[in-house]
């Protein structure tokens, strides 16, 4: 599907005529123990399963439903564990950041910088992050069209860098819910840039639990199946040993021990594409 292809992060090439890519881990840093071993079991079913792998978690979850919900442990101690992984592991990172002033520590550390789906309009974010040079992977708000991502793209383009993904992770539709229209991941390619499905936030009930959001997980699997069928270049997966447990988007997040069963599967699809 992508016109382009590029080295995102050290070792993981992504889009087109390249392998899978996939960013996945919690969706926030519980602690830095949770996040050596889940990096460690996500490095080696990727390597076992032959794609590229790039550990994700957020050190703020700035738009959690309620104000007394978990956040993170915030952007000093964030990314003293994400340097830990790396340091440890030798992966390399992705995080989302939230503030123009963010993205020079940010970039210090992360391999990949996040705009998340609530800031993908914001100029003065997609441009600070751009002038990082680092990869920019701009996630796709729910309120906005496919095709509306061209101009978040060309905001992060005037700075020169041409390192950037967009990523799918569901539309409003109605309340509490999202749907996801498999004719937006041709039409993002169209942008020239490559495509990232995310997964787990796609199958989100927003606000659905009252002070917390819903999820319908037993619908992750077969809408990554889909997404790579169409022709995606990366997977965007939130994963928890014990998903039931998870301090963030537990209800949306995928149990590790079906990682690798799905990644198998999707491996084929997205070389037969």
């Known amino acids: 599907m992508a016109a382009r292809s590029f080295e995102c992060a050290p070792g993981v090439p992504v889009g087109e005529g390249q392998p899978l890519a996939v960013f996945s ?4 840093i519980e602690s830095l123990d949770l996040c050596l071993a889940i990096a460690e079991e996500m490095q080696g079913i990727c390597a076992r399963v032959g794609v590229g792998y790039v550990f994700k978690a957020s050190f703020d979850k700035a738009n959690r439903t309620s104000v007394s919900s978990f956040r993170g442990p915030g952007l000093e101690q964030g990314l003293k564990i994400l340097q830990a992984v790396k340091d440890r592991l030798g992966c390399p990172v992705v995080t989302d950041l939230h503030m123009p002033e963010q993205a020079v520590p940010v970039a210090e550390v992360a391999d990949i910088l996040q705009i998340p789906a609530f800031l993908s309009r914001q100029t003065d974010l997609l441009l600070a992050a751009g002038e990082t040079g680092r990869t920019v992977n701009i996630k796709k708000g729910q309120f906005l069209a496919p095709g509306d991502m061209a101009a978040a793209v060309a905001k992060v383009r005037t700075t020169g860098n ?78 928890h040993p014990t998903p039931e447990k998870a301090l963030c988007d537990g209800a949306n997040s995928l149990p590790l021990a079906e990682v690798e069963s799905l990644l198998q599967k999707v491996r084929a699809l997205h070389e037969l594409v």
């Open 25 to 28: 881990g919690p969706c926030v």
């Open 162 to 239: 041409q390192k950037i993904m967009v990523t799918e992770r569901g539309t409003t539709f109605g309340y509490h819910n999202l749907v996801v229209d498999m004719r937006g991941l041709v039409e993002m390619a169209s942008l020239g840039v490559p495509v990232v499905f995310d997964g787990t936030h796609s199958v989100q009930l927003p606000g659905g639990g009252g002070t917390v959001s819903g999820g319908q997980r037993e619908y992750i699997c077969p809408l990554v199946r889909g997404a790579v069928a169409v022709g995606v270049d990366a997977l965007f997966l939130e994963v």
